[in-house]
């Protein structure tokens, strides 16, 4: 069974940038999206960046403007490059690829933002 592989979390001081990537373990075929969602403690996980196979790019308007999605179309693997990040980003940052017959999750990568 495919899984998703990320890297990139970590901890950072306010201001700072990292670099999300998630690489599929195995072929993933007919994608329709893939994306980044984010959970934080006593919250819902919520969409925060979405490319679409047609390369449409959505994001959540907390992120707007700092966060920047991409994706490799060849290695099928999707970035998410996190600049002058806040406190309030600290979470469990997840990749998700969603095909035309699944629904991929990554096991999902720790961001910690300090003051």
């Known amino acids: 069974q495919v899984q998703l592989v990320e890297s990139g979390g970590g901890l950072v001081q306010a201001g700072g940038s990292l670099r999300l990537s998630c690489a599929p373990s195995?072929?993933?075929?007919?994608?329709?999206?893939m994306g980044w969602y984010r959970q934080a403690p006593g919250k819902q996980r919520e969409l925060i960046a979405r490319?679409?196979?047609?390369?449409?790019?959505n994001y959540a308007g907390s992120v707007k403007g700092r966060f920047t999605i991409s994706r490799d179309n060849a290695k099928n693997t999707v970035h998410l490059q996190m600049n002058s990040l806040k406190p309030e980003d600290t979470a469990i940052y997840y990749c998700?690829?969603?095909?035309?017959?699944?629904?991929?999750w990554g096991q999902g990568t720790q961001v910690t933002v300090s003051s």
């Open positions: 998700n690829i969603v095909t035309s017959l699944h629904n991929y």
């Open positions: 195995g072929s993933i075929f007919s994608i329709n999206a």
């Open positions: 490319i679409t196979g047609g390369g449409m790019i």
